[in-house]
Structure formats: C-alpha cells, structure tokens
C-alpha cells in the first residue's frame, strides 16, 4: 500500500469577517458573500497581517454542502504581499450548519471544513509558496475563520 506524503505545518491564518451578504437562491444554488475585514497569521517562517479588502464567494447546494473560494491577501511582518486563492468545501449536519450560520459554536469534529490554497507573491524569499501544493482545515467561528495550511513535502 502506498504511504501519504508527509506534510509540513507553515501557518495559521485567523481571518475576520463581516455578516454575509445573503444574494439569495440563483440557478447554481444560494449564493453568499462574506466580506473579510483583516486578522493575523503566524507559523514558523512566517508571520503578518490579513489585509481586509478581500471576500468569501459561496454557494450552497441543494445538499446543504457549502463550496467555499476566498480571494484575499496577505502582508508579512517583513512587508511583503502575498496573494491567496483558498477553495475549500464545508458540509455537516443540517442542525450544526444552521448554528455556524447563526454565530453559535460547534466543535471542529462535528463538521467537514477543508481547503485546497494557492499563494502568489513576487518576494523571492518567498517563492516556495508558489511552488507548493498546500492544504487546510478550517473552523468557522461567529466573527472570523482559522485556517491551519499545511504543505505537501
């Protein structure tokens, strides 16, 4: 049996929010936007601040699973930035999907919250970003989301 590659932790970003903006059912589903206000992030080799600016884009499925596609950057304490692409999924229970939407907290392990994350930067210190393949798992709070991003070695 093949064994998975290994995965190496670079951060956590913690990234706040504003109410979403319910546009409500469209032909692909009920489409949201939640607006992101800023947040930190820090890991070993990097460290900095969530410019606010950037946005959320979701739909909701007719299955209640939310596909997720954040656009935003990211600035480091060293003053580079960081453009950041994050797809993702979210999907639980009807009942803990209805509290996460109301603000209510809900144990990480009672939902499904993964990403799939693309990062653009011209610091060339910071090329390996590009270069990588990183993944996330994430928890929705009632003002910001956490994200831990892992790179696959």
Same mark, same amino acid.
């Given at each position: 049996?093949?064994?998975?590659?290994?995965? =190496?932790?670079?951060?956590?970003?913690?990234?706040?929010?504003?109410?979403?903006?319910? *546009?409500? +059912?469209?032909?692909? &589903?009920? /489409?949201?936007?939640?607006?992101?206000?800023?947040?930190?992030?820090?890991?070993?080799?990097?460290?900095?601040?969530?410019?606010?600016?950037?946005?959320?884009?979701?739909?909701?499925?007719?299955?209640?699973?939310? =596909?997720?596609?954040?656009?935003?950057?990211?600035?480091?304490?060293?003053?580079?930035? *960081?453009? +950041?692409?994050?797809? &993702?999924? /979210?999907?639980?229970?009807?009942?803990?999907?209805?509290?996460?939407?109301?603000?209510?907290?809900?144990?990480?392990?009672?939902?499904?919250?993964?990403?799939?994350?693309?990062?653009?930067?011209?610091?060339?210190?910071?090329?390996?970003?590009?270069?990588?393949?990183?993944?996330?798992?994430?928890?929705?709070?009632?003002?910001?989301?956490?994200?831990?991003?892992?790179?696959?070695?």
């Amino acid at each position: 049996m093949p064994t998975a590659p290994p995965l =190496e932790f670079i951060m956590e970003a913690r990234v706040t929010i504003a109410p979403a903006l319910d *546009i409500g +059912v469209t032909p692909h &589903g009920e /489409r949201r936007i939640i607006p992101i206000t800023g947040g930190t992030f820090g890991g070993p080799a990097l460290r900095g601040r969530v410019i606010p600016g950037g946005a959320d884009w979701q739909i909701i499925r007719p299955d209640h699973a939310a =596909e997720l596609e954040a656009r935003y950057t990211l600035e480091t304490e060293s003053g580079a930035l *960081i453009y +950041v692409l994050n797809r &993702g999924i /979210r999907h639980g229970s009807q009942e803990v999907l209805r509290k996460l939407r109301e603000g209510i907290a809900v144990d990480k392990s009672e939902y499904y919250f993964r990403t799939s994350a693309v990062f653009e930067t011209a610091a060339p210190e910071l090329q390996w970003l590009t270069r990588s393949v990183i993944i996330g798992e994430a928890e929705r709070f009632a003002d910001h989301v956490a994200i831990r991003f892992w790179r696959v070695e």
